[in-house]
């Protein structure tokens, strides 16, 4: 079935290391986005793309980078990671004008001490 | 930006009762809105949406019902069952399933449905 793909699936790091979560779909879907999930403040947008050439910030980017490789790869990087990074990172895909809306990924989830 | 308000944070009923949650919105030109399940340690996903031209929308036991003049939108599951225990998020945004600027999303609602 095609789907959307995050690796890894748990991650714990230690303060001031440099992480990469990636995400990769066989949907052909051409738009990406990143989210994190804090318990009580629901999902957050941290970056999005619309195709390999458009990268686009979220209400929550600063300490995030992202790397658009290819139409179905979509990579986030933690360039100095901090504890409060610690949450559950999902990646999403759609298609622009249909109604099914998001398709997300199983999630990574990440410890930062 | 969007922002998105969802009420209640927690939702607690007998089972075969109905629930209802509630979410409103800011921007006058959000015209999607799509509803999320979340099962403990899963993905969230789709389990009914609507565009701005339609009132109400049911899919089985689930409708959603929109009302652009109030800005707030409304999620009812009636003859709830076990299985409906989950998070539900309520989400919006100016245009289709991307939108400009990404689907904003509520806070959340925990449903809990009691035996």
């Known amino acids: 079935d095609a789907d959307v793909t995050q690796t890894p699936r748990n991650r714990i790091t230690k303060t001031g290391k440099r992480i990469m979560l990636e995400c990769s779909q066989t949907?052909?879907?051409?738009?990406m986005y990143w989210y994190r999930q804090d318990p009580g403040l629901g999902l957050r947008l941290i970056y999005y793309?619309?195709?390999?050439?458009?990268?686009n910030k979220g209400e929550i980017s600063d300490g995030y980078s992202v790397s658009r490789q290819a139409q179905a790869k979509f990579s986030l990087s933690l360039e100095s990671a901090i504890p409060n990074q610690t949450a559950l990172y999902f990646c999403?895909?759609?298609?622009?004008?249909?109604?099914?809306?998001?398709?997300f990924g199983s999630g990574t989830r990440l410890t930062v001490v | 930006g969007e922002n998105v308000e969802q009420h209640p944070s927690t939702l607690s009923v007998q089972e075969g009762d109905s629930a209802v949650i509630k979410c409103t919105y800011s921007?006058?030109?959000?015209?999607?809105f799509p509803w999320y399940k979340q099962e403990l340690g899963k993905r969230p996903q789709l389990i009914i949406d609507?565009?701005?031209?339609?009132g109400e929308k049911k899919d089985q036991r689930i409708a959603v019902t929109l009302n652009k003049t109030a800005k707030h939108f409304s999620l009812h599951i009636t003859e709830t069952q076990p299985e409906d225990s989950a998070v539900y998020f309520c989400?919006?945004?100016?245009?289709?399933?991307?939108?400009?600027?990404?689907?904003?999303f509520g806070k959340g609602t925990h449903l809990i449905i009691q035996p």
């Open positions: 793309s619309f195709d390999v050439k458009d990268i």
């Open positions: 949907k052909g879907h051409d738009r």
């Open positions: 921007d006058s030109a959000s015209n999607y």
């Open positions: 609507i565009r701005s031209n339609v």
């Open positions: 989400a919006a945004s100016n245009s289709g399933g991307g939108g400009a600027d990404g689907l904003t």
């Open positions: 999403a895909t759609s298609e622009p004008d249909r109604t099914y809306g998001y398709t």
